[in-house]
């Protein structure tokens, strides 16, 4: 299996884009205060977590389903599940988490990893995709424990409804912006007060 590293440099151009937009915008905000981000963080690598589980089990009903359209629906979000993955993971170092605070000097320590302040940017950033990502997942296995249970009773069920999986391409052009502009508002309500102390002292 391929490292997160070697998954996170086949990057598309529009993911590429994406972690660099959110580590220009956020590296301040993030080496200013990081306890800000943590529960984002938390909540991304646990979004990850039940996606993982999710496709672990849809790999599974595959194989008592002979659906060519759903098998790579299933492949589209083992894809998207690595490249989310990869831009947390390839620059996180395990953490001993005894006498560790959960915040440290570059970055945070979340479920016993350190990540990155490009981590916990991307994180942040990616967040949206995440989200995306679990819905999308937890639609092809209701979709195919449904057809695996019409099998079994003789059943024939309509075409798959399950939409595909949304272009990484139109995303940083729509909605990866807006996630963006979001963090910008964050981040400016983390620096003023930041900035307005230091004036004051």
């Known amino acids: 299996m391929a490292s997160w590293t070697d998954l996170k440099s086949s990057w598309s151009s529009a993911w590429?884009?994406?972690?660099?937009?959110?580590s220009s915008a956020y590296q301040a905000a993030i080496?200013?205060?990081?306890?800000?981000?943590?529960?984002?963080?938390a909540s991304f690598l646990s979004l990850l977590s039940e996606s993982r589980a999710s496709l672990d089990r849809?790999?599974?009903?595959?194989?008592?389903?002979?659906?060519p359209?759903?098998?790579s629906k299933?492949?589209?979000?083992?894809s998207r599940y690595a490249t989310l993955a990869s831009g947390v993971y390839a620059d996180a170092q395990p953490a001993d988490t005894v006498g560790v605070a959960p915040v440290i000097v570059g970055g945070i320590v979340v479920a016993?990893?350190?990540?990155?302040?490009?981590?916990?940017?991307?994180?942040?950033?990616?967040?949206?995709?995440?989200?995306?990502?679990?819905?999308?997942?937890?639609?092809?296995?209701?979709?195919?424990?449904?057809?695996?249970?019409?099998?079994?009773?003789g059943r024939v069920l309509q075409p798959s409804s399950v939409p595909p999986v949304p272009?990484?391409?139109?995303?940083?052009?729509?909605?990866?912006?807006?996630?963006?502009?979001?963090?910008?508002?964050?981040?400016?309500?983390?620096a003023v007060?930041?900035?307005?102390?230091k004036r004051a002292g």
């Open 16 to 22: 590429t884009g994406l972690q660099q937009r959110a």
């Open 167 to 190: 272009n990484p391409v139109a995303d940083a052009k729509s909605t990866g912006l807006w996630v963006l502009g979001g963090l910008a508002v964050t981040a400016a309500a983390i």
């Open 193 to 197: 007060p930041i900035f307005l102390k």
């Open 31 to 41: 080496q200013a205060n990081p306890g800000q981000f943590r529960d984002k963080v």
């Open 74 to 78: 299933a492949g589209d979000l083992e």
């Open 69 to 71: 359209a759903l098998a």
């Open 112 to 153: 016993g990893i350190i990540v990155s302040v490009a981590g916990v940017a991307w994180a942040v950033a990616a967040y949206e995709y995440a989200v995306n990502l679990r819905e999308h997942t937890s639609l092809l296995e209701k979709e195919l424990q449904a057809r695996v249970d019409a099998s079994k009773e």
């Open 58 to 67: 849809t790999r599974e009903l595959l194989k008592q389903v002979n659906d």
